[in-house]
Structures are given as structure tokens and as C-alpha cells.
């Protein structure tokens, strides 16, 4: 696909470019934005114009500095201070930037895509399409207010950029910012034409309607190359709590659409030949790998993680999962070696936050890692809340909060935990089992097996070949007095998986060993789980 599509240093060949509201003269260093002329530095407009032949893609520092300071050895400082200029101009924010955006100790990237300006072409939307970004890639129209109440456009609106925000915090999505996506508003564009213009493989659309007091929103999720609708859901809600409904919708939204674009792009990922796979398709293609839970899945995984990183040593997600893999092996009663296993998911989470500081997956492997190899539950807690921190409607971070919080004895508060997740992504076909099991090992701890039972249920369905999930349905059907049932599972336990051993899981497992866990553990024994 990509030789049929213009790229941005051919885009910059044009004299003046746009990216956003501005305007650019490459060869006088002129920015503009509607009619107002902006200052711009020599060395800063010589950054603008680097940054935008290679828009959407990393520059490296030291591409950076070669190029401006023609070969001569000058500090990072420098480059900072021009970047710094540069923002200044175009009114950015380092910490949420919408035109250039920091990746810790690799480099710069511009994140809208480049158009030739209105000097070589009589409207931005005669532009050529553009790459499609190495990871998945996402822009949000404006949302259509088919209410007939023209005060109602302000929500439609509202939606749309908390969207866009809400989603840009999911670190391995590429999220067009809104004035790129905004300026299709009106525009009578099928989605192939408007998603190639953008630069992205998926579209958000959706409309805000009102009739007497009641809000609708509708929105679908759209793969742009096809027009296929891959979701599409509606939510009602009251003027009298506009607000309280913005924010719901959101927090929706967003855990409802992250795990549809991840099996989109797996799907995608699948249908490539292996010979080009790169190192984000190893990644994608790792994920369910990894959600099975099970000795052979985390194998696969791990050997797919560490090609993505001898691809790309630095990339954080490859990284972080490739340490959680590793992690789990151990508690899951599978590793080849405990020790080494959790030596190397330490050494790899130092690697993932020493690449990218916030990400919020590289904080969630090492808060997971903390506690599966040193039982510091205190430290895992802090860790995963900088993750919440970056990006709060992360269900797998909650999840894993959640699970802290089981080890740790701390059941009510697992609970409600493993209830957030699920409300953010309520049909999660990877992890979704995963927060069930949590659950039914929250409540079974804290002495209510009968309400852990259908939970246990729930998860064994979801991930039958996961040694994990099956544990608290035996647990529970021996606390709750079905004993003939909890020993026939039990006996089905150890014909699946020969090699268990209580003590061997316990010695490797980070469980306070609280009473409630006690008896979790000694109703495993009664049932016929071997010590």
C-alpha cells in the first residue's frame, strides 16, 4: 500500500505546507495560523521543517543535531531549548502535546500529518494520502448534533475531544489530534478517503440526538481502508445529569473501544506473511498468546516479545509484556527456572521505564513484577497508581491493582477493583476472563464461596486450559459444601495438570497468607489437589 501514497518529505517539497490551524513557508521559515503571522526562530524553523519531512515518525536526536547545528558537537540542551522555541510558537504542551510530541531518549515526533498549503494547492483537502504510522492508528471525527438543537453542538463536541483525549492516554495508539480530525467537519468524504488523508487505519464516528430532556449518543468504530463497521453501540442519558453522563460516556467509550482496536489489529497482524512481520505485529501477535495463561501460550509469547525487541531494542510495550510473561511463569507453576525468570522480568521492566519513564505499561509490569518476586505489595500499589495516573481507564491496570490487592488480603478492596476493570471493558475477549478469576478468588478469600461460585464458573468457561482459573472453582465448591463436585474437579485438575504441587506454587506464589487464604489453600488439599 505504501507505494501508492504521497509521503511527507515529498509533502514538504511544496513550498508551503499545513499541518493543524497553521500554515508554513519552508523555504522563507513563515508561520502562520489563519491571518496572524507567529515568530520563528532560524534554528527552530529548520526543527519544523526536519520534524515535518518525517511527520508522524520519530526523528532521532542526533539526526536533529546534525542537521541544525551542521555536524558540530553540541549538547541534548540545545536541541531541548529549540524544541522548547518551537512549542512556544505553536502553543504546545509537553505534557499533553498536540504537535510535538517527546519520546524519552530517542527523539521528536510531529503528530498530525502534512498537506501541501494553500500556495500549491487551492484547498487543503486536495492533499495526497500519507503512510499509516507503524502502530494502530486512530483519528475522532466530530461527533453530527442531529438534535435540531444548535446548543446541543458545544456536547457533540465535548464527547468527541474528552475522546480523543481518553484515548490518546492508551500508549500503543496513534491518536490524530482534534484540529486534524475536526477539519473533516461537513465534509461529504467516504471513510477510505478521509482515513488515507489522515493517515490512520480505524475512524470514530457518532452523533448526539435530543428529544425532550433525553440525550442519545450514538458511535461505531470503522476500519477506514474498508468501510466495515467493526462496532457500534448507543447510550441514553438525561439533560438534568449532562455532565455525570459526559463523564460515563467517556470512561465507556474509551474501555470499550481500546480492546476492539487491539483484536482489530491482531486480526490485521494475522493476515501479514511471517516473513513481514516487524516488530509491532510480533507484539500484537504475542498479546493473546499471553492471556491464555497456560505454559505453552506464555512460551509463544515470550519467544515473539523478544523478536519485537531484537527489532526494536527500546520498545516499551515489547518490553514490558515480555517481563510479564516471565513474571507469571512462576505462579502459574510453569517456569523452567523461578530464579532466572524473575531476574530477567526485572531487568526487563528496568529496560521498558528507562526507554519511555511513563508509560503506563512499563509502570504496570514492574508494580506486577515488584510483587510476584519480593512480595512488596506497598511498592506495587505506588507503582500501578502512576500508571492509573497516565491513563485511568486502563482495565488491564486495574486489573492488576486488583490482583495486588488479592495477594496483599485485601479482598473488598480487590473486589471493587476487578469491578472497575470489567466496567471498562465489559466484553473484553482476552483479559475479560482474567477479571472474573479475580473476582471469584477475591470473594472465595473472604469466606463467600457461594457468591464465588458462578464468578469461578464464569472464568473456567472463558480460559479453560489455565491451571490459574480453575483453582478457585474447586475452592469454592468445597467451601460452599459441594463436596463430590469440588473433588471430581479436583480429580480433573491433576489428570490436565500432572505436575501441581501445592507446596512448589505456594513457595513461588506472593499471597500474605491471611486466613481467609488459608482456608483457600487447605480447601484445594481437602479436595485432592496434591501437597
Given at each position: 500500500?505504501?507505494?501508492?501514497?504521497?509521503?511527507?518529505?515529498?509533502?514538504?517539497?511544496?513550498?508551503?505546507?499545513?499541518?493543524?490551524?497553521?500554515?508554513?513557508?519552508?523555504?522563507?521559515?513563515?508561520?502562520?495560523?489563519?491571518?496572524?503571522?507567529?515568530?520563528?526562530?532560524?534554528r527552530a524553523s529548520a526543527l519544523l521543517v526536519a520534524l515535518a519531512e518525517r511527520?508522524?515518525?520519530?526523528?532521532?536526536?542526533?539526526?536533529?543535531?546534525?542537521?541544525?547545528?551542521?555536524?558540530?558537537?553540541?549538547?541534548?540542551?540545545?536541541?531541548?531549548?529549540?524544541?522548547?522555541?518551537?512549542?512556544?510558537?505553536?502553543?504546545?504542551?509537553?505534557?499533553?502535546?498536540?504537535?510535538?510530541?517527546?519520546?524519552?531518549?530517542?527523539?521528536?515526533?510531529?503528530?498530525?500529518?502534512?498537506?501541501?498549503?494553500?500556495?500549491?494547492?487551492?484547498?487543503?483537502?486536495?492533499?495526497?494520502?500519507?503512510?499509516?504510522?507503524?502502530?494502530?492508528?486512530?483519528?475522532?471525527?466530530?461527533?453530527?448534533?442531529?438534535?435540531?438543537?444548535?446548543?446541543?453542538?458545544?456536547?457533540?463536541?465535548?464527547?468527541?475531544?474528552?475522546?480523543?483525549?481518553?484515548?490518546?492516554?492508551?500508549?500503543?495508539?496513534?491518536?490524530?489530534?482534534?484540529?486534524?480530525?475536526?477539519?473533516?467537519?461537513?465534509?461529504?468524504?467516504?471513510?477510505?478517503?478521509?482515513?488515507?488523508?489522515?493517515?490512520?487505519?480505524?475512524?470514530?464516528?457518532?452523533?448526539?440526538?435530543?428529544?425532550?430532556?433525553?440525550?442519545?449518543?450514538?458511535?461505531?468504530?470503522?476500519?477506514?481502508?474498508?468501510?466495515?463497521?467493526?462496532?457500534?453501540?448507543?447510550?441514553?442519558?438525561?439533560?438534568?445529569?449532562?455532565?455525570?453522563?459526559?463523564?460515563?460516556?467517556?470512561?465507556?467509550?474509551?474501555?470499550?473501544?481500546?480492546?476492539?482496536?487491539?483484536?482489530?489489529?491482531?486480526?490485521?497482524?494475522?493476515?501479514?506473511?511471517?516473513?513481514?512481520?516487524?516488530?509491532?505485529?510480533?507484539?500484537?501477535?504475542?498479546?493473546?498468546?499471553?492471556?491464555?495463561?497456560?505454559?505453552?501460550?506464555?512460551?509463544?509469547?515470550?519467544?515473539l516479545l523478544d523478536r519485537a525487541i531484537d527489532l526494536s531494542p527500546d520498545y516499551?510495550?515489547?518490553?514490558?509484556?515480555?517481563?510479564?510473561?516471565?513474571?507469571?511463569?512462576?505462579?502459574?507453576?510453569?517456569?523452567?527456572?523461578?530464579?532466572?525468570?524473575?531476574?530477567?522480568?526485572?531487568?526487563?521492566?528496568?529496560?521498558?521505564?528507562?526507554?519511555?519513564?511513563?508509560?503506563?505499561?512499563?509502570?504496570?509490569?514492574?508494580?506486577?513484577?515488584?510483587?510476584?518476586?519480593?512480595?512488596?505489595?506497598?511498592?506495587?500499589?505506588?507503582?500501578?497508581?502512576?500508571?492509573?495516573?497516565?491513563?485511568?481507564?486502563?482495565?488491564?491496570?486495574?486489573?492488576?491493582?486488583?490482583?495486588?490487592?488479592?495477594?496483599?488480603?485485601?479482598?473488598?478492596?480487590?473486589?471493587?477493583?476487578?469491578?472497575?476493570?470489567?466496567?471498562?471493558?465489559?466484553?473484553?475477549?482476552?483479559?475479560?476472563?482474567?477479571?472474573?478469576?479475580?473476582?471469584?478468588?477475591?470473594?472465595?478469600?473472604?469466606?463467600?464461596?457461594?457468591?464465588?461460585?458462578?464468578?469461578?464458573?464464569?472464568?473456567?468457561?472463558?480460559?479453560?486450559?489455565?491451571?490459574?482459573?480453575?483453582?478457585?472453582?474447586?475452592?469454592?465448591?468445597?467451601?460452599s459444601g459441594r463436596h463430590a463436585e469440588a473433588r471430581e474437579a479436583a480429580r480433573?485438575?491433576?489428570?490436565?495438570?500432572?505436575?501441581?504441587?501445592?507446596?512448589?506454587?505456594?513457595?513461588?506464589?506472593?499471597?500474605?497468607?491471611?486466613?481467609?487464604?488459608?482456608?483457600?489453600?487447605?480447601?484445594?488439599?481437602?479436595?485432592?489437589?496434591?501437597?
Open positions: 500500500m505504501a507505494e501508492y501514497r504521497r509521503t511527507s518529505a515529498e509533502s514538504v517539497g511544496s513550498r508551503r505546507i499545513a499541518f493543524g490551524d497553521y500554515q508554513f513557508d519552508c523555504v522563507a521559515g513563515q508561520l502562520w495560523r489563519g491571518t496572524e503571522e507567529i515568530t520563528l526562530p532560524p511527520s508522524m515518525q520519530v526523528v532521532t536526536k542526533k539526526e536533529l543535531i546534525d542537521r541544525l547545528w551542521d555536524g558540530r558537537a553540541v549538547g541534548d540542551d540545545a536541541l531541548t531549548s529549540c524544541v522548547l522555541e518551537l512549542r512556544r510558537a505553536l502553543g504546545d504542551d509537553a505534557r499533553n502535546p498536540r504537535f510535538v510530541e517527546t519520546r524519552h531518549r530517542l527523539g521528536y515526533r510531529l503528530l498530525l500529518p502534512v498537506v501541501p498549503g494553500a500556495m500549491e494547492s487551492s484547498a487543503t483537502e486536495e492533499a495526497l494520502p500519507f503512510s499509516l504510522p507503524n502502530q494502530a492508528s486512530v483519528a475522532v471525527l466530530p461527533f453530527d448534533n442531529i438534535s435540531g438543537h444548535p446548543d446541543q453542538a458545544y456536547f457533540a463536541d465535548g464527547l468527541a475531544e474528552d475522546l480523543i483525549t481518553g484515548l490518546s492516554r492508551v500508549s500503543w495508539l496513534f491518536v490524530v489530534a482534534r484540529n486534524s480530525s475536526f477539519s473533516f467537519r461537513g465534509k461529504q468524504l467516504d471513510a477510505r478517503t478521509i482515513g488515507e488523508r489522515l493517515g490512520v487505519r480505524y475512524l470514530v464516528e457518532g452523533s448526539v440526538r435530543r428529544a425532550g430532556q433525553r440525550l442519545r449518543l450514538t458511535a461505531q468504530l470503522i476500519e477506514a481502508a474498508t468501510g466495515n463497521h467493526l462496532w457500534a453501540e448507543r447510550y441514553d442519558g438525561s439533560l438534568e445529569e449532562v455532565f455525570d453522563f459526559q463523564d460515563r460516556i467517556i470512561i465507556s467509550l474509551v474501555g470499550t473501544l481500546e480492546p476492539k482496536l487491539r483484536g482489530a489489529e491482531i486480526a490485521h497482524s494475522r493476515r501479514k506473511q511471517p516473513g513481514s512481520l516487524d516488530a509491532y505485529d510480533l507484539f500484537l501477535q504475542a498479546l493473546p498468546k499471553l492471556t491464555t495463561h497456560a505454559a505453552p501460550g506464555l512460551a509463544e509469547a515470550i519467544e516499551a510495550q515489547a518490553l514490558a509484556y515480555a517481563a510479564m510473561c516471565r513474571a507469571l511463569r512462576p505462579v502459574l507453576g510453569c517456569s523452567p527456572d523461578t530464579d532466572k525468570d524473575f531476574r530477567e522480568a526485572t531487568e526487563l521492566c528496568r529496560r521498558a521505564l528507562l526507554s519511555d519513564p511513563a508509560n503506563p505499561d512499563a509502570l504496570r509490569a514492574m508494580g506486577n513484577t515488584i510483587v510476584l518476586a519480593q512480595r512488596d505489595y506497598q511498592a506495587g500499589w505506588d507503582l500501578v497508581d502512576q500508571a492509573l495516573a497516565v491513563d485511568p481507564n486502563s482495565a488491564r491496570t486495574w486489573n492488576t491493582r486488583g490482583w495486588i490487592s488479592a495477594w496483599a488480603g485485601e479482598t473488598e478492596m480487590a473486589v471493587g477493583e476487578f469491578e472497575k476493570a470489567m466496567r471498562l471493558s465489559p466484553f473484553d475477549p482476552q483479559w475479560g476472563s482474567t477479571f472474573q478469576h479475580g473476582i471469584a478468588f477475591a470473594l472465595c478469600t473472604s469466606g463467600r464461596p457461594e457468591e464465588a461460585l458462578p464468578w469461578a464458573r464464569k472464568s473456567v468457561r472463558g480460559n479453560p486450559d489455565s491451571s490459574g482459573h480453575q483453582r478457585p472453582l474447586i475452592a469454592a465448591l468445597w467451601l480433573r485438575y491433576v489428570e490436565k495438570f500432572p505436575g501441581f504441587s501445592i507446596h512448589q506454587w505456594l513457595e513461588t506464589s506472593p499471597y500474605r497468607r491471611t486466613p481467609g487464604q488459608q482456608q483457600f489453600f487447605d480447601a484445594l488439599r481437602a479436595a485432592g489437589l496434591p501437597e
